[in-house]
């Protein structure tokens, strides 16, 4: 088949062109994949039908090429979006393509094993065997095949296995998108042996950029366009399936708890992505982090129950908050077993992060916060990780208020370490004092505030500071000594558009 005898420009996309034209020159370069936008290649796959058109191309280009190992280097790399795709039916497609470079390629002769297994094989196999009660066990026992130290003996010879080994991680990471659980940790253990057997450049490469994308998936909110839904459709068996980037990218950070000293040599990935969900994920779904609203906007205050529930439809509901809440806290978990907290990439701006949630109402992420926090291992706070730990417990709140005593004459608190531990302790009692609890909270509010009466007056400033933080973004308090001044300031300063949050007022 030459160019000429391709279908008509008006029934192909400008990639499918591109594509058929790459197969058969000559002087192929991957340089005008590089720009091409994967609904572009997948628009190709939805012409193509049933997939055979494009198979038959490349299983003719083969007629018209000296090099097959030089094709499937530049193949790999054009279909590499497609190795870590939500869609089994896309990454069917790209094996089945690879696939056909076996007969020109050379294996090992293994004894006692099919010779047709090759790593296109294998993975073809796994993808084709569907994840239910009775065969997700067969699948993995396919994917182990090609776990890290297994995997060499399916490679074909003299080829770079750097590529191969990136695909099959890629294919790995794509089994989390399939949403049967029970698959989730097996898969786990496979992309640990890559994580500990490739070179730490490598392995980062693809992992750090699969997370990268999803994560840019999340913030741009893509689900599924028009070109993607109409694909879909050519897919019977997947077309009610619609991604789930938020669970996948759980799935991800789970995986980095398996392997943390690996993940804390590559900070420079890891702190933008912390500090990006933290602060534009977290904070707008968060009522607690709002520092000003703007009440010269369309809500009333007659309209108090639909003006709460349209806040919660624009920033809140686009992340979900419990998603993005268990999403923060996963991530750290991971950070909290660092070594060496200090040389984290952007330690400051993680730190008050760390600090910032310790006065978080959720006990989850108090508690993680705080783990973070005793990975600096100070020497004030560390003796007293216990008695910390039983103050976030909802179950042993009360009891550890009364053992944990600060007050003059009976202070667990040794006198060198006051200083630098009560910022801390303030923070959680804060957390504490927002958390929701319908049947218990006007005691528990009360037993918190017996306990602040032993603090002293310099410990009671900073759970003040805490306290009025809000008023910090409005008004310099340090200059309101007294009521009257604080009253004309109010008077010459207000600002509606910024001023305290309403839910905070009714507090």
């Not at 801390?424 to 004092?433: N, Q």
């Not at 007056?457 to 009257?484: A, H």
Request: with cysteine; aromatic share 12%.
């Amino acid at each position: 088949m030459n160019v000429n005898e391709m279908p008509s420009s008006s029934t192909r996309p400008s990639f499918y062109d591109a594509f058929v034209k790459w197969l058969y020159s000559s002087n192929r370069s991957i340089s005008m994949f590089e720009e091409a936008p994967l609904s572009d290649m997948l628009t190709c796959v939805q012409l193509l039908q049933d997939q055979q058109r494009l198979i038959d191309e490349v299983s003719r280009a083969f007629h018209s090429i000296d090099e097959p190992k030089t094709m499937l280097m530049e193949m790999i790399e054009i279909f590499q979006p497609c190795f870590c795709h939500p869609w089994s039916s896309i990454r069917r497609l790209s094996l089945n393509v690879l696939r056909l470079f076996d007969p020109h390629l050379s294996y090992i002769k293994l004894k006692n094993e099919d010779e047709s297994r090759t790593v296109f094989s294998i993975l073809l196999d796994a993808e084709n065997t569907p994840a239910t009660m009775d065969t997700y066990r067969q699948r993995v026992a396919i994917l182990r095949k090609l776990k890290y130290g297994s995997h060499s003996r399916y490679l074909p010879l003299n080829f770079s296995n750097e590529l191969l080994e990136n695909l099959i991680l890629r294919f790995y990471l794509a089994q989390l998108f399939d949403n049967f659980t029970l698959l989730w940790p097996m898969v786990a253990e496979l992309v640990e042996s890559y994580a500990y057997g490739l070179p730490i450049d490598q392995f980062w490469a693809e992992f750090g950029d699969v997370l990268l994308q999803v994560t840019r998936k999340i913030h741009s909110f893509e689900t599924l366009d028009q070109e993607s839904t109409q694909l879909m459709s050519q897919f019977e068996s997947e077309k009610q399936i619609v991604p789930d980037y938020f669970s996948f990218r759980l799935q991800l950070f789970k995986l980095l708890g398996g392997f943390t000293d690996v993940a804390e040599r590559r900070t420079k990935i890891l702190s933008p992505v912390l500090i990006d969900l933290y602060r534009d994920e977290f904070q707008p779904s968060d009522n607690s982090s709002q520092r000003t609203e703007d009440l010269t906007s369309n809500r009333n205050v007659e309209e108090a129950p639909e003006s709460v529930e349209a806040e919660n439809v624009q920033k809140p509901q686009r992340y979900g908050r419990k998603r993005t809440s268990k999403a923060l806290q996963l991530l750290l978990n991971v950070f909290a077993q660092f070594s060496s907290a200090k040389s984290v990439f952007r330690e400051s701006e993680i730190r008050e992060i760390y600090e910032e949630l310790l006065l978080s109402s959720e006990p989850e992420l108090q508690k993680a916060a705080l783990n973070c926090v005793f990975s600096y291992r100070f020497k004030f706070l560390t003796p007293y990780r216990e008695n910390f730990e039983n103050i976030i417990d909802e179950k042993k709140f009360r009891d550890e208020l009364v053992r944990f005593t600060i007050d003059e004459q009976n202070s667990v608190v040794e006198e060198e370490h006051r200083l630098e531990l009560m910022p801390f302790l303030m923070r959680l009692l804060y957390g504490k004092l927002q958390a929701h609890v319908a049947t218990r909270g006007q005691t528990k509010r009360a037993a918190i505030f017996r306990y602040l009466a032993s603090c002293r007056p310099s410990e009671l400033d900073v759970f003040f500071n805490v306290l009025f933080r809000s008023l910090s973004g409005i008004f310099d308090i340090s200059k309101l000594l007294n009521l009257s001044s604080f009253c004309e300031t109010i008077a010459n300063e207000y600002k509606p558009k910024q001023t305290i949050p309403l839910r905070k007022v009714q507090r």
